[in-house]
C-alpha cells in the first residue's frame, strides 16, 4: 500500500467525532467516500459504502499490510475485521463470526468473498495437498451458488436471493479443513415471475446463452430467452454478468468442486424442465382442463426420465384423501396453472439445496480425530439477504425484512448491553438505554 494511499481523510472511527449527529455523521462518510476510502470504523464494526466499481485494494499487497496487525493499526478495511476474527480464534481457540448485514445492493456477497479469500491467503502455506482443497473448494463454491442463488434485481445486478452462513472449520494450527453451508429461504417465487426491470436466477440465461448447440439440442432449448414464459420478462434486461462465459466458469467449477458430469447433466435437464413448463397451456374441454401442447408434456417426461401420462396426470389432477378413501379430483384451468407454477418452485429450490448437499459432502470435516490433533475451531460468516421495499411487496420479501430487523436487533443488543455491562463494571454514569 503505497504511502499516499494510507492517508486519511475525516475520522477513520467514527468514535473519535467530537458530537455525534446524523448530519455529521453522514459528511463524514459521504467526505471519505469521495476521497475513494469505502470503510469507516465504528469501535469494532466496519462501515462500507459500495463503490459500484472494483477498486485495487484487495490485492497480496494489501493483504500482507494486515496480516497479524492489531485492529486499529492500518486504515479500516475488510480484512482488518477478518484478521481480527482470525487471530481470536487462533489464539482463544474459540468459535468466531462474522455478520454482515445491509440493504439490497449494499456490497455484502462481495465482502464475504474478500473475507473468505482473505482467510484462505493468510492461513499456512502447508505442504498438505488437503489445505490446499479445502480452501480451493470453499472459493469454488461461490460462483457456484451464485449462479443457481443469484439474480439481477433494480439494485444489483448479483443479488443474492437467499441466506447463506458459512462456517469454515480450522485444526489447532489454524489450517482450514473443511466448512458447511447453510442456506435460507431461496426466493423461489422469481422462478415464475419477477418484477418489471428485473431477472430470474442467473443460471436460466447463462444455460441459454453459454450452452453448446448439443447440450441445447438433448434438452430441447433454444437460445432465444423470449421464447419461455417464465424468463422473458427479463430476457432483454441489459445485464453487466456475462452468462455465456459465466456458463463456462461455473461449469469448470463444479468439476473442480467434484460434480460428476452426469450430476452436471441433471441441474441442466432441471433447468430446462422448469423453462418447458413455464411454456405449457392450459385449455377447457366444457368443464375439462387439457394440455394443449402435449409435445411439451413429452418433451417433460423425457428430461424427467418419467411416462408422459404421470405428468399429465401430475398437472391435471390433485390427490384428495377423504376417510379412507382416495381420490383424483381434476384440476380447474386456474387451478392447473397454480400447480404447474408451484411444481416449477418446488423442483428449482429441491435443485437448489441438492448443490447446497453436494458441497457441503466435498468440503465437510473428515476423518478429523480430536483426540489426535486437538480441537477444531470455526469462523462463521453471514451473508444474509438485503432489505427491500417495493410497491407490492411479497411473502418472501416480508421474511426478507422481518430477518433483516431482527438481526439488527439482536446487532442493538450485543453492542449495547456490552457497552452498558462495560459502564457498570467501570463505575461510569450514563443514562441507560432500554433494550426490546
Not at 29 to 36: A, D, I, M, P
Not at 112 to 120: R, V
Not at 270 to 299: C, Q, R, Y
Request: with cysteine; glycine share 6%.
Amino acid at each position: 500500500m503505497a504511502e499516499q494511499e494510507s492517508l486519511e481523510f475525516g475520522k477513520a472511527d467514527f468514535v473519535l467525532m467530537d458530537t455525534v449527529s446524523m448530519p455529521e455523521f453522514m459528511a463524514n462518510l459521504r467526505l471519505r467516500f469521495e476521497k475513494g476510502r469505502i470503510y469507516t470504523f465504528i469501535g469494532e464494526v466496519v462501515v462500507s459504502v459500495n463503490p459500484y466499481k472494483l477498486l485495487n485494494i484487495y490485492g497480496r499487497d494489501t493483504i500482507e499490510q494486515y496480516k497479524g496487525r492489531e485492529l486499529y493499526e492500518r486504515p479500516p478495511h475488510l480484512f482488518a475485521i477478518a484478521d481480527a476474527a482470525y487471530k481470536a480464534m487462533k489464539r482463544r481457540s474459540k468459535d468466531t463470526c462474522i455478520v454482515i448485514s445491509g440493504e439490497s445492493g449494499a456490497g455484502k456477497t462481495e465482502a464475504s468473498k474478500y473475507i473468505m479469500q482473505y482467510i484462505a491467503a493468510i492461513t499456512n502455506p502447508s505442504q498438505r495437498a488437503e489445505v490446499e482443497r479445502v480452501k480451493n473448494m470453499l472459493l469454488k463454491s461461490n460462483c457456484v451458488l451464485e449462479a443457481f442463488g443469484n439474480a439481477k434485481t433494480n439494485r444489483n445486478d448479483n443479488s443474492s436471493r437467499f441466506g447463506k452462513y458459512m462456517d469454515i472449520n480450522f485444526d489447532f494450527k489454524g489450517d482450514p479443513i473443511g466448512g458447511h453451508i447453510n442456506n435460507y429461504l431461496l426466493e423461489k417465487s422469481r422462478v415464475i415471475v419477477q418484477q418489471p426491470g428485473e431477472r430470474s436466477f442467473h443460471s436460466f440465461y447463462q444455460l441459454l446463452q453459454g450452452g453448446s448447440e448439443q447440450i441445447l439440442r438433448s434438452l430441447h432449448l433454444q437460445k432465444s430467452l423470449s421464447s419461455y414464459n417464465y424468463i422473458h420478462v427479463g430476457a432483454q434486461l441489459k445485464c453487466s454478468i456475462n452468462d455465456a462465459a459465466e456458463f463456462k466458469v461455473v461449469a469448470d467449477a463444479m468439476k473442480v468442486i467434484g460434480f460428476k458430469p452426469e450430476e452436471i447433466q441433471t441441474a441442466y435437464k432441471i433447468l430446462a424442465t422448469i423453462l418447458h413448463l413455464g411454456n405449457l397451456k392450459f385449455v377447457v374441454d366444457g368443464d375439462t382442463p387439457l394440455i394443449e401442447n402435449g409435445k411439451v408434456v413429452s418433451i417433460i417426461a423425457e428430461l424427467l426420465s418419467t411416462k408422459t401420462d404421470m405428468v399429465e396426470k401430475a398437472l391435471l389432477y390433485r390427490t384428495v384423501a377423504t376417510g379412507r378413501d382416495i381420490i383424483d379430483k381434476q384440476h380447474t384451468e386456474q387451478e392447473a396453472s397454480y400447480g404447474r407454477d408451484a411444481f416449477a418452485k418446488a423442483i428449482y429450490e429441491r435443485l437448489f439445496c441438492w448443490i447446497v448437499t453436494r458441497i457441503n459432502d466435498i468440503i465437510e470435516v473428515k476423518n478429523y480425530d480430536t483426540t489426535v490433533h486437538g480441537k477444531n475451531t470455526v469462523i462463521g460468516v453471514l451473508d444474509i439477504y438485503g432489505f427491500e421495499i417495493f410497491d407490492n411487496n411479497s411473502f418472501e420479501q416480508f421474511c426478507i425484512n422481518y430477518c433483516n430487523e431482527k438481526l439488527q436487533q439482536l446487532f442493538i443488543q450485543l453492542v449495547l448491553k456490552q457497552e452498558q455491562e462495560e459502564y457498570q463494571r467501570e463505575g461510569i454514569p450514563w443514562k441507560h438505554v432500554g433494550l426490546l
